[in-house]
């Protein structure tokens, strides 16, 4: 059976929650590999709706076991809530396993993303202010606080005082603020030692014994393909890596298990935070878009900002992730335009482009080249069928499957669990 990656090909919020819920059902083991508490998830059963934040989709999947991987940054505060959120409207949460080997946003490292941002000022990236990118740092800098060290309080101290050493110089010295307690910090964390303990697992064991044994494992990124450190719009990136390579590091698997890999696409595009963003509207279709689609932050409830299907970068998705399949999301959210223009190309200093830029000066000054496409005033929401779409939706579908390079196997037609018209089976 196979193992399949499911990721953003935009720059986040494409929907990823949905797909992943559609598939919950049908795969033993839905995977966080990376970000924190700084992407979010939407998804719609029944009448209920939930916004999950840290916790895989999968975890509204009977039958499924939700899995947060050393890839992740956690914020056991956030986490706990979270499952306590759930618990309380009859959700099983008993069965999420966290690696013992992911890292813990700690109270200082959320001070310092909050007054570093701060210290910018108009040359802010635009984080969430949640310790996100610290925390990495700190990974990287080895001088992170992993889960497994709540559980050796000599160990958790020793951690602590080397990284509150040259924290709380910068804090001090540089920002004005007060210094940051050893010990208050080390209690703090050790209160959460015992509630998170029935969850810790070598979950690098688990997935792969899980894949030995014919288990269907679904890898699901946060953020998106545009927000990679590595292939996203550097520097207004996230700090980890959502693209397909991600999920090999950041949940133990190697490659060879992984035998599809799954875009998710929203008909237009929309982005969070500050950086570049060629197609972005700020006249009623804009607005229209963003109130039609609802698009507000999961986790930051900020305005997204909003723009026009965008080819350059689908294309550019296939490319870096090595897609085998789109899930394009929010069809429905385009119903009652005359025409819908999209993206083929960007003009950089009066040239033509039909790649992205390598380099972040032209991707700053790419203007885009649109060709129009005629829409549809009918209701899709109720479409079962590809064949049930008006003809234009259908003519729009192809058309962007064609610019994008890989087939779409699925669409969102509503905001519904039920309302996706399956085109080919992920399965």
């Given at each position: 059976?196979?193992?399949l990656?499911l990721?953003?090909a935009q720059?986040?919020?494409?929907g990823k ?8 059902g049908?795969?033993d083991y839905?995977?966080r590999?990376?970000?924190g ?6 998804v719609?059963v029944g ?5 999950l934040?840290l916790l895989?989709?999968?975890i ?5 076991t ?8 956690v914020?056991?505060s956030v986490?706990?809530s979270?499952?306590?959120?759930l618990?309380?409207?009859g959700v ?6 966290i ?14 993303d909050?007054?570093?941002e ?5 040359r ?14 700190d990974k990287?800098n080895?001088?992170?606080?992993r889960v497994q060290d709540?559980?050796d309080?000599?160990i958790?101290t020793?951690k ?5 050493d040259?924290?709380n110089?910068l804090?001090?010295?540089?920002y004005?603020r007060?210094?940051?307690a050893v ?8 209160e959460?030692?015992?509630k998170l ?6 979950t ?7 894949l030995?044994e014919?288990?269907v ?8 393909t545009?927000?990679d450190?590595d292939h996203?719009?550097?520097?207004f990136?996230t700090?980890s890596n ?6 090999c590091t ?7 298990k992984?035998?599809r890999?799954?875009?998710i ?5 929309t982005?969070v935070g500050?950086?570049?963003f060629?197609?972005e509207?700020?006249?009623e279709?804009g607005e229209?878009?963003r ?11 900020r ?6 299907f965008d080819?350059?970068i689908?294309?550019?998705a296939?490319r870096?992730?090595g897609?085998t399949?789109f899930f394009?999301t929010?069809?429905?959210?385009l119903t ?6 999209v993206?083929?190309?960007y003009?950089i ?16 000054h ?17 479409a079962k069928?590809f ?6 939706a259908q003519?729009?579908?192809?058309a962007?499957?064609?610019?994008s390079?890989?087939p779409i196997?699925a ?7 039920d309302?996706?018209i399956?085109?080919?089976s992920?399965?």
């Open positions: 059976m196979p193992a990656v990721l953003g720059w986040g919020d494409e929650g949905k797909a992943t819920d559609l598939l919950g049908s795969v839905v995977v590999y990376q970000g508490n700084n992407a979010g998830h939407t719609v009448d209920q709706k939930y916004a934040h895989p989709s999968g509204l999947s009977p039958g499924c939700p899995v947060i991987g050393n890839g992740v940054v914020d056991p986490l706990l979270e499952l306590s959120g618990n309380e409207r099983d949460t008993s069965k999420l396993l690696s013992g080997n992911a890292h813990i946003i700690t109270p200082y490292n959320v001070t310092v909050k007054v570093t701060r210290f910018l000022g108009k802010k990236i635009g984080t969430t202010g949640r310790g996100i990118g610290p925390t990495y740092a990287i080895r001088v992170g606080i709540l559980y309080e000599s958790l020793q602590v005082e080397a990284a509150l040259v924290k110089q804090l001090t010295k540089l004005n007060r210094a940051i010990d208050q910090v080390v209690g703090e964390l050790l959460y030692a015992e303990a029935p969850y810790v697992a070598d690098v064991l688990v997935l792969n014994q899980a030995e014919n288990k494992v679904l890898f699901e990124g946060g953020q998106g545009l927000l450190i996203g719009t550097y520097p990136v700090s959502p693209t397909a390579g991600g999920a950041g949940a133990g698997v190697g490659p060879t992984i035998s890999v799954i875009g696409l929203k008909a237009y595009t982005r500050a950086g570049p060629p197609t509207l700020f006249d279709d229209a878009l109130r039609i689609g609802g698009e507000r932050g999961v986790t930051t409830g305005d997204r900002r909003c723009g026009w080819a350059v689908a294309r550019y296939t870096v992730n897609l399949d394009l929010k069809l429905d959210v009652g335009w005359e025409q819908i223009p993206c083929v190309a003009e200093d009066g040239k033509r482009v039909e790649e992205l830029p390598y380099s972040q000066s032209d991707f700053h790419a203007k885009p080249i649109y060709e129009t496409l005629p829409g549809w005033s009918e209701d899709i929401t109720k069928s064949s049930d779409l008006p003809k234009n003519a729009y579908v192809k962007l499957e064609e610019m390079g890989a196997s669409i969102g037609v509503g905001p519904g669990r309302e996706t399956e085109i080919n992920f399965l």
